[in-house]
């Protein structure tokens, strides 16, 4: 791109405008400069200016030119039909894009070299220390993941630091960025910022040492009254309404608003937090607060809805804030529930009261943990028949706001995965051996610190039992689909059959991990952090790609896990497995998916019942009462929840006889 000097007549012309500079040969312009769109401006070092003849309409009409007026730059470059008007103090050491409009700002600067946020340490989880994380432009879930609860491998973190130093030393400069199509209007000071494309900063307060990752298909907004300091925000986050973010990774899609407070933190996709406060944190995806005096405090959480007044003590005893707990995938806590760190909550539970005796239910998912007389009551598997489960598995991906076809996040939305599967299968054993170990005529087992009433823990096996079942079936079927030969009604022999059955990797057996919303076999993550360790993996972006492949392959993994322990169902390996125990296992996935849509369907019904109609038709009989109801809530027949079950249970039934057709005609 060609520059040139000022000309004497331009030197000239600037000065009638009310322009000064400390020295007019540091100016550079573009061929085509003209002046007469640059008034009362102040130049100092090296300064670049582009051309100004693109005119812009306000929000109520107003039309504005393109240029500089009312503003002290100094070394600032400046590309084509920006607009920068009223600078109450200076902007320093910027390059700033094409397009950009800047106004009644107060200052923008980069004091000294920066890295923009990148390198920034976390104290995340425990705010005693021990497992801080440096952020940076591209922190997946997943590598946050690893890197706060993989202390025990101090080499392949000390590899991983390195990686991310080297990352944050090469965005360290003296000269800060703003994108292209930016607009910063009525903000106070902006401090050490990277801003990227397409961002809308309308009223800050104050934005320091961090960069906001904004791009044209994926634009950040920030706005009134926000301040941050000390982070990174990712592309397609909105924060508003005076909302503070101090030391913090803010992950694609997040939106905060309505005076929510995060201090030392990270966020990944989709979180959401209004009007209450984080502590130390871990946020995996879809992580919600929207209540006030809702505290999260020093624990992990992922596909969490946290009710109002919801909170977390991580003070137990006297050496300070020390304690941490982890609330596992999709849980929910009620209105002031409490619990008191350190604890340990599975995966789906509902948490409903105060908890303060330390429990770990993570090897019974799907579960209630209720208070009872401050006693901890845990109700095994009752979430697998909640229609309240199944709604949330089914909103959180039409509720994806990541818009940047680059994701950083890779997450598995599956409600049933060989992650949820394999501690069903444990909590299941667990409940049998209590079962056995206290007896069949004991009302009350202690488990963990909790207790389990009986008639739970029967109906926890049985629940259990159907969530297994449906699991291994939908992927017994999905495998008969994908590998009937093609051109082919069915398969033609048995020994066919169980030639397709044959998993398609190794990979997959054994233990799987919910790795930051990555479900994933532990093998596999173990693999890859090896390689980290012995500098097989020479960057950043190898590791994110191999996230990548883990989350790509998961159904080929999925079915290497489903086939082992389907083969334990049937007694016997694939290779010898009879068409009689493929009939059944086809008519017990049936049986199992109708009778658990049964329950969901009688839990839904419970949503329209006389208790739930009080409040309706408030000065009138009970016939205006229930079309005061009706015309609110509508009928339980055309719910559109009710109605996509009632669907299931066709199209399940049908795809029974779909697989049990795909089967071969044996003599």
């Known amino acids: 791109m060609n520059y040139r000097a000022l000309t004497e007549r331009e030197i000239s012309q600037l000065q ?53 007026q009312h503003a002290t730059l100094h070394n600032v470059e ?33 004091d000294g070299r920066s890295r923009f946020g990148n390198g920034v340490l976390v104290p995340v989880m425990n705010e005693g220390g021990g497992r801080e994380i440096p952020i940076y432009d591209h922190l997946s879930a997943h590598l946050a ?46 401090k050490n910022v990277r801003i990227g494309d397409a961002a809308k900063i309308t009223g800050v307060s104050v934005l320091k040492n961090g960069s906001v990752n904004s791009n044209e298909a994926a634009p950040v907004s920030l706005g009134s009254g926000v ?19 101090s030391c913090c990774f803010v992950g694609q899609g997040c939106v905060f608003g309505k005076h929510y407070s995060a201090l030392d933190s990270l966020f990944f996709s989709n979180c959401q937090g209004m009007h209450g406060e984080a502590t ?53 806590t009620t209105s002031d529930s409490y619990i008191l760190w350190p604890a340990k909550i599975g995966a789906f539970t509902l948490v409903m009261g105060r908890h303060t005796k330390h429990s770990d239910t993570s090897e019974l998912p799907f579960s209630y943990l209720i208070e009872n007389a401050t006693e901890s009551y845990l109700v095994p598997a009752v979430n697998l028949r909640s229609v309240g489960t199944i709604r949330d598995a089914q909103k959180w991906p039409k509720r994806d706001n990541r818009k940047d076809p680059e994701k950083i996040d890779q997450i598995n939305f599956n409600l049933l995965s060989p ?139 999925e079915w290497t896990w489903a086939l082992e322990h389907l083969e334990q169902v049937w007694g016997c390996s694939y290779l010898d497995v009879s068409l009689d125990k493929i009939e059944q296992t086809i008519r017990h996935w049936e049986d199992s998916v109708i009778r658990l849509d049964r329950m969901i369907y009688d839990d839904a019904k419970k949503e329209f019942n006389l208790n739930a109609q009080t409040g309706f038709g408030t000065d009138g009989d ?46």
């Not at 920006?82 to 600078?87: E, T």
């Not at 973190?157 to 003296?174: F, G, K, P, T």
């Not at 960025?177 to 902006?190: D, K, T």
Request: hydrophobic share 35%.
């Open 16 to 68: 009638s405008q009310g322009c000064s500079a400390v020295n007019w040969q540091q100016i550079e312009v573009k061929e085509n400069f003209r002046t007469e769109h640059i008034r009362d401006v102040r130049f100092s070092g090296a300064i670049r200016l582009g051309v100004f003849e693109k005119e812009y309409v306000l929000p109520g009409g107003l039309t504005v030119h393109s240029g500089i």
């Open 78 to 110: 400046v590309a084509d039909d920006v607009r920068i008007y009223n600078v109450h103090n200076y902007i320093a050491n910027y390059r700033i894009g094409e397009q950009t409009c800047i106004e009644n700002v107060n200052a923008i600067l980069v």
């Open 145 to 190: 993941y690893v890197m706060t609860l993989y202390r025990h491998r101090p080499e392949m973190l000390a590899v991983l630091h390195r990686m991310i130093d080297d990352y944050a030393a090469r965005q360290e400069s003296d000269m800060g960025s703003i994108g292209r199509g930016v607009r910063i209007l009525n903000c106070g000071s902006i």
């Open 280 to 332: 130390a944190i871990f946020a995996g995806p879809y992580t919600v607060t929207h209540h006030k005096s809702t505290l999260l405090i020093a624990g992990m959480f992922s596909f969490l809805n946290a009710g109002s007044g919801s909170n977390q003590s991580n003070h137990m005893y006297k050496l300070g804030p020390i304690h941490q707990g982890m609330v596992e995938r999709g849980s929910k």
């Open 622 to 667: 009970q016939e205006q009462r229930l079309r005061d109801f009706e015309n609110v809530r509508g009928t339980f027949e055309s719910n559109s929840t009710v109605k996509e079950i009632l669907s299931h249970i066709e199209r399940k039934s049908a795809l029974a006889k779909q697989a049990l057709s795909l089967l071969p005609h044996v003599s």
């Open 227 to 245: 301040k941050c300091n000390d982070f990174i925000i990712s592309s397609g986050v909105d924060i508003s309404d005076s909302t503070l973010i």
């Open 419 to 557: 992650y949820t599967i394999q501690k069903m299968w444990r909590g299941r054993e667990v409940l049998l051996q209590i079962q056995q170990l206290s007896g069949l005529t004991t009302e009350e087992y202690c488990y963990n610190n909790c207790k389990i009433r009986a008639s739970s823990l029967r109906n926890g096996i049985s629940l259990y039992n159907i969530g297994i079942a449906k699991f291994l079936g939908n992927s017994f079927i999905s495998r008969l689909q994908k590998s009937l030969p093609a051109g082919k009604q069915r398969y033609e022999s048995l020994e066919q059959l169980r030639r397709a059955l044959a998993p398609d990797s190794p990979i997959g057996s054994g233990e799987w991990i919910d790795c930051g919303s990555l479900i994933a076999p532990r093998t596999e993550v173990s693999r890859l952090l090896d390689d980290i360790e012995q500098g097989k993996m020479t960057s950043l972006s190898q590791i994110h790609q191999r996230f990548i492949e883990m989350h790509r392959n998961y159904y080929s993994y």
